[in-house]
């Protein structure tokens, strides 16, 4: 199974196990649930392609070298794995037309422990995962002037010197963003810029797009105040991305299936157009944001 090469990313050449690729309609297949070790890009991106419509959700697994000697631990029946992605996926009901998502509704991920210290920049200028030029200038200064100003204000400094950039879609970047998602804003960590020539890289292996907004964000409290609050009340499944964070029911609902991982977790709601498969609003995404909960809804 070949995908797409993009800036950022080559095509990936992946093959699936067996079990998947010999399901008599793949469009019937409405959610994924997996664990995993670190490196799921080349599997999210497969299981895209051979499954559009359905969900995909999962959690990153921890390293576990000091406990057993593995660098993961990750089980399936009687077999001990120590990389790769195990997992389930679940079919339509039997009452359900085919292609329709009946038995979940989509994933909802919260950012909890962020806070703005910057305005919205529409990004006039980027190449893969690197802003070149925003409105307000370009990419590297534009945080440059945000951060002196938020440890101006806030008169401290955070122990945590991460750095993130929410992305948001906006209605005239359809076409851009425009995968079947219900999303119109993601989150990554930036994770390298260059003041000489102005460009800052973000943590994502998909592509940007001129329109689409940024704003930069910084952590904002201890781990440990921090609740992994439901985004939906009737959620049932709920992985978060911080070990510290408690995962509480809501509502009426008594039970929960779910976890928690500083390594964060994977999500991808059905992709409906695949020509914007290597958008960042497009397929599945991996989050790893300090104090980040996706939460899923069975129906």
Not at 63 to 83: A, C, H, I, M
Not at 123 to 129: P, Q, S
Not at 224 to 233: E, H, K, P, V
């Amino acid at each position: 199974m070949q995908g797409k090469s993009t800036v950022t990313q080559a095509a990936s050449h992946l093959q699936l196990p067996s079990e998947l690729c010999q399901i008599e309609d793949p469009q019937d297949v409405q959610l994924i649930m997996f664990a995993s070790d670190k490196e799921t890009r080349q599997v999210l991106d497969a299981l895209d392609i051979q499954f559009p419509n359905a969900i995909k959700l999962g959690i990153v697994g921890a390293q576990t070298p000091f406990f057993n000697g593995r660098e993961f631990t990750l089980l399936k029946d009687s077999w001990v794995y120590d990389s790769g992605v195990v997992g389930v996926a679940f079919g339509s009901c039997s009452d359900k037309a085919p292609g329709l998502t009946s038995i979940a509704g989509v994933p909802k991920v919260v950012y909890g422990r962020l806070k703005p210290i910057s305005g919205q920049y529409k990004i006039l200028k980027c190449k893969g995962n690197v802003i070149l030029e925003l409105e307000q200038g370009d990419g590297a200064h534009s945080l440059i002037a945000a951060l002196r100003k938020a440890r101006v204000e806030h008169q401290g400094h955070d122990s945590d010197n991460r750095l993130f950039a929410r992305v948001t879609c906006t209605q005239d970047q359809a076409n851009n963003c425009e995968a079947g998602a219900s999303e119109s804003e993601k989150v990554f960590q930036i994770t390298g810029g260059n003041p000489a020539k102005g460009g800052l890289a973000l943590d994502t292996l998909c592509d940007l797009a001129p329109g689409q907004l940024i704003q930069f964000m910084m952590l904002s409290g201890s781990p440990t105040s921090q609740t992994a609050t439901m985004a939906a009340m009737n959620s049932q499944v709920c992985f978060g991305a911080d070990t510290s964070a408690e995962i509480t029911c809501s509502g009426n609902n008594a039970q929960i299936f779910g976890g928690a991982s500083e390594s964060g977790f994977s999500y991808g709601t059905p992709i409906s157009n695949t020509n914007h498969s290597k958008s960042v609003f497009a397929g599945s995404t991996e989050c790893a944001v300090p104090g980040s909960v996706v939460t899923l809804e069975l129906k």
